[in-house]
């Protein structure tokens, strides 16, 4: 069973810009979730999708926005880019009922 | 809303010793608390969870402890092996219905020595 897939793996943008990420979850699993990782303030939830709804979300500014399609593949986009978003941005798939059990790689963003 | 603390940041030990991590939380209402594993450029795994109905729980080398009075919980890792080398999170939700909304400790770093 293939894992969880997330791309790009690294990326790099300039200020201003935006930037769509891409997490395709385990087959069979309907729940998605988004984090953000940096060294100074650890793991962050970003949001939760569940069959196309945000269930869930965290404390971040709504230059950060996510969707769910059908076939529970997600993606999150940021826009108007500042250098403190550059951070690895992780995702995560369980069934629907149960806590985020499966992270992706990550995707890397960078902001130049 | 919730904050989870986590200490200590840094923990050095022999190999086969055991190494204790603690958190501590703040909404009296988390009851959900999942540990995860990251090894250095890989993703978190996680490891053991334990909800607030359960004082302890174990698998094989490592077991979780929880207690709801003092809202702390503790992760105990015996017999380490120089394999179990990685940075340990903490995290607690209120896991109302299927809302699993973490809030993370800032991370140990576990170094063990061969």
């Known amino acids: 069973k293939a894992g969880v897939t997330q791309t790009p793996r690294y990326l790099i943008k300039t200020r201003g810009q935006q930037v769509t990420l891409s997490c395709s979850p385990i087959?069979?699993?309907?729940?998605v979730s988004w984090y953000q990782q940096t060294p100074g303030q650890g793991l962050q939830f970003l949001f939760e999708?569940?069959?196309?709804?945000?269930?869930n979300k965290g404390n971040f500014p709504g230059r950060f926005s996510g969707r769910q399609f059908s076939n529970s593949r997600s993606e999150m986009n940021v826009s108007t880019l500042e250098l403190g978003d550059s951070a690895l941005y992780l995702c995560?798939?369980?069934?629907?009922?149960?806590?985020?059990?499966?992270f992706g790689d990550g995707t890397r963003l960078s902001i130049l | 809303g919730e904050n989870v603390e986590q200490h200590p940041s840094t923990l050095s030990v022999q190999e086969g010793d055991s190494a204790v991590i603690k958190c501590t939380y703040s909404?009296?209402?988390?009851?959900?608390f999942p540990w995860y594993k990251q090894e250095l450029g890989k993703r978190p795994q996680l490891i053991i969870d334990?909800?607030?109905?359960?004082g302890e729980k174990k698998d094989q080398r490592i077991a979780v402890t929880l207690n709801k009075t003092a809202k702390h919980f503790s992760l105990h890792i015996t017999e380490t092996q120089p394999e179990d080398s990685a940075v340990y999170f903490c995290?607690?939700?209120?896991?109302?219905?299927?809302?699993?909304?973490?809030?993370f400790g800032k991370g140990t770093l576990l170094t063990v020595n061969p």
């Open positions: 087959s069979g699993h309907r729940s």
């Open positions: 334990i909800r607030s109905n359960v």
């Open positions: 995560a798939s369980s069934l629907g009922q149960g806590p985020p059990q499966h």
């Open positions: 999708y569940f069959s196309e709804t945000q269930r």
């Open positions: 909404d009296s209402a988390s009851n959900y």
């Open positions: 995290a607690a939700s209120n896991s109302g219905g299927s809302n699993y909304k973490l809030t």
